[in-house]
């Protein structure tokens, strides 16, 4: 499997912006597709972006589009989901995992899940 380090979260106000950072390890991680989750209290983890092994073809949820870029580096083994304008209910941990494609947010699964990174958004 593939071991997952996320990173970059934090306290932030409406309206402004962060940058997470996921690096992988274990595995080819260009071999994968990957994506960014978030879990918020008392909800399920949901699907938040998806990008393909190249970076060419990415996939958002409606909640997320227009506001979160997804992107990665295969050099660095790693990939980032920049999220500006934000809202409190983007309050989450993020979390990412390795997929086979960006369609397939719903498993299977390459990756362990990490600790996540704590994203909350003051109103």
């Known amino acids: 499997q593939v071991q997952l380090v996320e990173s970059g979260g934090g306290l932030v106000q409406a309206g402004g912006s962060l940058r997470l950072s996921c690096t992988a390890s274990g595995r080819a991680f260009s071999n994968y597709a990957m994506g960014w989750f978030r879990q918020a209290p008392g909800k399920e983890r949901e699907f938040a972006a998806t990008?393909?092994?190249?970076?060419?073809?990415?996939k958002y949820a409606d909640s997320v589009k227009g506001r979160f870029t997804i992107s990665r580096d295969n050099a660095k083994d790693t990939v980032y989901l920049q999220m500006n304008s934000l809202k409190p209910e983007d309050t989450a941990v993020y979390y990412c995992?390795?997929?086979?494609?960006?369609?397939?947010?719903?498993?299977?699964?390459?990756?362990?899940w990490g600790q996540g990174t704590q994203v909350t958004v003051s109103s």
């Open positions: 995992n390795a997929l086979r494609t960006i369609v397939d947010y719903r498993g299977p699964y390459f990756g362990s």
């Open positions: 990008i393909n092994w190249s970076g060419g073809l990415t």
